[in-house]
């Protein structure tokens, strides 16, 4: 049994990722994900890991990609307009198949915004903020035990599928705090990348053998150099512009995530066993959501929820396969409307969808969910 303890979930995130086995933090403060560089600060030297505040935004990703390219677990957090800046270093690592672990704790914007003010605005720009044809994984928590334990997560799907992952909080869970019992350290689970301690020289680094998708890292310094570029690469890792080169990686890099969703996507649903209606809501609106739901039950209308944990890629199987059950689906999120244009594309031709947004700096209400849900009901 695990202690029990009173944390935050910026705090719930640093921890989580050393029980992980992150060693090395490089960030940029910034509110509202201050706290997980303080805290880091503080606890990555106790653990035998570094911290290391970087001159802004885009070094720090950069130097967490050093790090992680030299066998330590990595991770970076910022907030809106810092992680705008790591969009372009954020491909790079997808190109060159680099694990590592990105936190955003959103707030309001565009541009500066509201520095304290909750958001789920960034929802779209972690899937498509980098360009090109790149495989991504967003996960989101509700609270600060899932912050803990999803966080353990992200760094074992970014280590197993050797890919940069998004853990895409937002400033209500993340300056949120409850009480929770964290896991005996023996009990958690904890996945490492594929690795070659000891290469031969004239290895390929992006070798795989047949069947597989994803390449044995050789770590720097561990016996063998190689070429990482930011172009695209054949097997030796040096540029290449050959189309069926080109066309084998970039087929190989997607389909190592779309041929996993089975493994990597999850998602909640609560009460969804006789719902008519349900509410779709991820991060800190869930809680909104909850309270919605329980009200709408006390007044007999069958109402359930559906969660996705994972935002990217989206439990589709799983909503439409609900969604053939319901007559309504009410989509609640703080922003303008992002999400819900996943829902739309989805289940469409299933049921009726209606939109819950807040863009104001406000906090969606239970009230507000539960009067779309009683809408013509």
């Not at 209500?172 to 958690?188: A, F, M, S, T, Y």
């Not at 559906?306 to 053939?324: H, Q, Y």
């Not at 922003?335 to 700096?361: H, P, T």
Request: glycine share 10%; charged share 25%.
């Amino acid at each position: 049994m695990g202690k029990v303890v009173l944390m935050q979930g910026n705090e719930a995130c640093v921890e989580g990722a050393i029980a992980a086995g992150m060693r090395l933090y490089a960030g940029y403060p910034i509110t509202p994900s201050t706290e997980i560089a303080e805290l880091s600060a503080v606890r990555l030297p106790e653990a035998g890991g570094k911290f290391i505040q970087m001159e802004d935004e885009i070094g720090s990703i950069a130097c967490a990609i050093g790090a992680s390219v030299a066998g330590v677990k990595a991770m970076t957090a910022t907030s809106g307009p810092g992680f705008s800046l790591k969009q372009e270093n954020l491909g790079y690592a997808c190109l060159a198949e680099i694990p590592l672990v990105v936190v955003d704790v959103q707030r309001m914007g565009p541009s500066t915004g509201m520095a304290t003010s909750p958001s789920q605005g960034d929802v779209m720009m972690s899937r498509w903020g980098t360009h090109g044809d790149h495989p991504i994984i967003v996960i989101s928590p509700s609270s600060v035990k899932e912050t803990y334990e999803l966080v353990i997560r992200a760094f074992n799907l970014s280590e197993k599928y050797r890919t940069p992952v998004i853990f895409l909080m937002d400033e209500i869970i993340g300056h949120l705090r409850e009480g929770i019992e964290l896991p005996d350290p023996e009990d958690i689970h904890i996945v490492n990348r594929p690795t070659v301690e000891y290469p031969e020289p004239k290895r390929k680094p992006y070798h795989i053998r047949k069947g597989q998708m994803v390449p044995a890292m050789a770590p720097f310094g561990k016996g063998q150099r190689y070429n990482i570029t930011g172009l695209i690469h054949d097997e030796s890792g040096f540029p290449t512009n050959s189309p069926e080169e080109a066309g084998k990686l970039i087929y190989r890099l997607m389909h190592k995530i779309s041929d996993n969703y089975d493994d990597i996507v999850q998602c909640e649903q609560v009460m969804m066993d006789d719902a008519e209606v349900a509410i779709l809501a991820y991060g800190g609106t869930m809680r909104a959501a909850l309270s919605a739901m329980e009200e709408a039950r006390a007044k007999g209308i069958r109402c359930g929820i559906f969660r996705p944990v994972t935002i990217w890629p989206f439990p589709e199987r799983e909503l439409k396969a609900a969604a053939g059950k319901l007559k309504k689906l009410v989509v609640a999120e703080h922003n303008c409307g992002q999400i819900v244009l996943e829902a739309e594309r989805i289940v469409k031709n299933d049921c009726e969808i209606e939109f819950v947004g807040k863009w104001d700096s406000g906090v969606i209400t239970p009230q507000e969910i539960l009067a779309k849900v009683v809408d013509n009901e």
